[in-house]
């Protein structure tokens, strides 16, 4: 079966009058970072001294504004402009200087960081404060600052979206933002050779779609092709705190939150062949999942590593990066032995973590069954054990991040270190 989208990425890439040519490929495109970053410089200055003033109109991020609509109308069609241009001239920042002062930190950190995660904390900061009309409108703003990390957002850009995936997200709130964001940085790494590091090209795709330019991939023929997961579950964004305090939850529901974590991030994943059918709402714990593992061969006891709970693999390249052993009530050591396996593998993979994960309940037992001097070597490839109630609760800061392994391992325990 063709790859769909494959084709209609092709499309675009070739289509004189598609956004991407017109908008993301121009030099008016790249001349304005830099005019657009030192006008938000200028905003926090002013905001940071106390002469923003009141209202838009007059102000420093009025001037950012036209330098946006300026661009759209030099290098698109004249609803282009509304593609780009963040409505902020109705939010609570100019009757309230408390919320001016908190743009203006959030402006001030973007301007000066890089870290993708710094971002985000500073983003969720704002957030909570509920400020009116400083949805994700601003992440059109912040996109000029983070091309690579914050993808452009509007109405067309969502129903682009939902046309491809047929997953729906609601404007005007950050968490469906995020949501959309780790689908499209999916995207993206599969495609790189069709896109661009810039998240401009990816939502150039999507606001061609959404304005109906293109037809997006007919869902029975592309169905299997695209390669987005199913959203984040809300419930990233919004536990339950007698969830948070109890964590009433099973070997296949934690089996779950790593499989749509995985996939969130970019991996490819697969799930153990007993475990694929298990029922989860209207779906399988093996759905969206790899069924097959090349990487690994036919050695004799290749089974040892395919039963490993979760594995996540480079979508480019096929082989393992991660491994995880799900220990809900089962002997921590037999999971222990799978991963040490793997690590010792004939073909070697490419691996960057590999996790008991437990009840919190049974810390104690992993110290005392991983207290073997053979587990506890030097030589014995790190294992981290990952608590249910870190993984629960950290599981929306792990799904923002490109570094989603090195921050899992931040949050473990080195079992060595644990005896």
Known sequence: MPDALLSLLTTM???????????????????????????????????????????????????????IVVQGRATATSDCVLWWRPKLRSPDIYENPDHQRAFGRLLDVCLNTTDEQHIISA??????????GLGPSCANLLYFLHP??????????????????????????????????????RLNTRYRRLLSADLGAVCSLLYDVGTGRYPAPPRELAHDNLPFPPVVPHRFWSRSDTMTQQLDCDHTKVQEWLRDLGLCVGFDVWVAPNDRSKALGSGRLGDRCVSDLACIGDEPCADVIRFIDILWLNPSSGRIVAAFEVEHTTSIVSGWVRLVTLAHWPEPQPLEGL???????????????????????????????????????????????????????????????MT
């Open 123 to 132: 983003i969720r900061r704002l957030d909570a404060l509920g400020i009116r």
């Open 148 to 185: 690579t990390v914050l993808p452009l957002y509007s109405e067309a850009i969502v129903r682009g979206f939902y046309r491809l995936t047929n997953e729906i997200v609601r404007c005007g709130r950050w968490s469906d933002y995020f949501t959309m964001r780790c689908s499209l940085i």
């Open 355 to 417: 996790f008991i994960v437990a009840p919190d309940s049974r810390q104690k037992e992993v110290a005392a069954q991983m207290s073997l001097p053979i587990a506890t070597s030097p030589a014995a490839p790190p294992v981290f054990y990952l608590p249910y109630s870190i993984l629960y609760e950290k599981l929306e800061v792990f799904a923002q991040s490109r570094t989603a392994i090195d921050m899992l391992k931040a949050a473990s325990c080195d079992i060595r270190s």
């Open 13 to 67: 890439r070739s289509d004189p009058a598609s956004s991407y040519r017109t908008w993301f490929l121009t030099e008016s495109r790249f001349r304005s970072f830099r005019s657009i970053r030192m006008g938000i410089k200028r905003v926090t200055v002013d905001i940071d001294s106390g002469t923003f003033g009141n209202t838009y109109r007059g102000s420093r991020l009025e001037e950012v504004m036209q330098t």
